[in-house]
Nanobody
Framework: QVQLVESGGGSVQTGDTLKLSCAIS???????IGWFRQTPGKEREGISC????????VYADSVKGRFTISRDSNKNTVYLQMTNLKPEDTAVYYC?????????????WGQGTQVTVSS
């Protein structure tokens, strides 16, 4: 089973930057990897994904232009660079595998990392 471990969360101020990491115990060149976030009482939201084949990226409108997803195949790690953070970005952030493409359903999940943005 694929294991994913997120790190890099924390408490920051509005406008700050954070970089999340997702370490994957599998050859990530075979997998599309997505980032999701969830706040209490709300459904988990898909915010970004990077494909395995051509590195194509997708973003939710809520983070487009502020967040950047990237991957380092040598380290089997996917990153989420978050800039100009806003209080509404406060959530638990998860990474997940999405099979062979970003349209696939998420299957293996990490444990999540908390991001808190204060005004």
């Amino acid at each position: 089973q694929v294991q994913l471990v997120e790190s890099g969360g924390g408490s920051v101020q509005t406008g700050d930057t954070l970089k999340l990491s997702c370490a994957i115990s599998f050859n990530m060149d075979l997998l599309a990897i997505g980032w999701f976030r969830q706040t209490p009482g709300k459904e988990r939201e898909g915010i970004s994904c990077i494909s395995n084949s051509d590195g194509r990226t997708v973003y939710a409108d809520s983070v487009k232009g502020r967040f950047t997803i990237s991957r380092d195949s040598n380290k089997n790690t996917v990153y989420l660079q978050m800039t100009n953070l806003k209080p509404e970005d406060t959530a638990v952030y998860y990474c997940a595998t999405r099979g062979g493409w970003c349209g696939g359903p998420p299957d293996s999940w990490g444990q999540g990392t908390q991001v808190t943005v204060s005004s």
